[in-house]
């Protein structure tokens, strides 16, 4: 069965420095992945998937992740944190075999120090 | 404006009460789902549905029902509440059947403490 993993469930960062959340995944293919994010007291929004090719992708928000097939790992980064970036974010997985199975890791809390 | 509606937003119920948690979308989007969210574990999938009069289990049903009459809505229901449902729940949205072709969109997500 397919898994995510977060390592870090909270993370601090000053404003202005880069940011980079990890993702591990488990799958014996390759799977679609995403990267949501959830800010205080709202629903979940995309910031960006990955479904093939080229293995840089670039979301919103000047959101990038990087899928490495030999890590199993689609990282977010981001080069200039600002405030307003402060909130929880999800990377998910989505099976190639079955497109309904798509399973969210537990999530990393950003907090933005001015 | 596009968008995922849930209501009640905020609900607090004791055990055993039957409860409905509305879910509409005004998108025509064909593929529909329920999420629940708790501290640590991510968001799980309730149930979900690809299209109408279609619904499946996803990985936490358990405790749970839906239905899915018409395109726009895909209800939540709980028949018997217990403690152990206490959670934020979201519903969510696709345009097609599938959940790797198309964004899912979220609704803002429904928080039931269940005493």
């Known amino acids: 069965a397919q898994s995510v993993t977060q390592p870090d469930i909270h993370i601090t960062v000053s404003e202005g420095a880069s940011l980079e959340l990890r993702c591990n995944y488990s799958?014996?293919?390759?799977?679609?992945l995403f990267w949501y994010v959830q800010s205080p007291g709202q629903g979940l929004q995309l910031l960006l998937k990955?479904?093939?090719?080229?293995?840089l992708v670039q979301g919103i928000k000047g959101f990038e992740a990087e899928f490495k097939r030999s890590q199993s790992s689609f990282n977010l980064r981001k080069p200039s944190v600002h405030w307003s970036d402060a909130a929880e974010y999800f990377c998910?997985?989505?099976?190639?075999?079955?497109?309904?199975?798509?399973?969210f890791g537990a999530g990393t809390r950003l907090t933005v120090k001015p | 404006e596009a968008q995922v509606t849930q209501n009640p937003r905020y609900l607090i119920t004791v055990t055993g009460k039957k409860l409905t948690v509305t879910c509409s979308q005004n998108?025509?989007?064909?593929?529909m789902s329920w999420y629940r969210q708790d501290p640590g574990l991510g968001l799980r999938q309730i149930y979900y549905?690809?299209?109408?009069?279609?619904?499946d289990k996803g990985d936490v049903p358990e405790g749970y029902k839906v239905s899915r009459k018409e395109k726009r809505n895909f209800p939540l229901i709980l028949e018997s509440p217990s403690p152990n449902q206490t959670s934020l729940y979201f519903c969510?949205?696709?345009?097609?059947?599938?959940?790797?072709?198309?964004?899912?969109?979220f609704g803002p997500g429904t928080r039931l403490t269940v005493t």
């Open positions: 998910a997985v989505a099976s190639f075999y079955n497109n309904n199975d798509m399973r």
């Open positions: 990955y479904f093939s090719g080229d293995t």
């Open positions: 998108m025509n989007h064909e593929y």
């Open positions: 799958y014996g293919a390759t799977p679609y």
């Open positions: 549905s690809m299209n109408v009069e279609v619904t």
């Open positions: 969510a949205s696709s345009l097609y059947g599938t959940v790797r072709e198309g964004e899912q969109y």
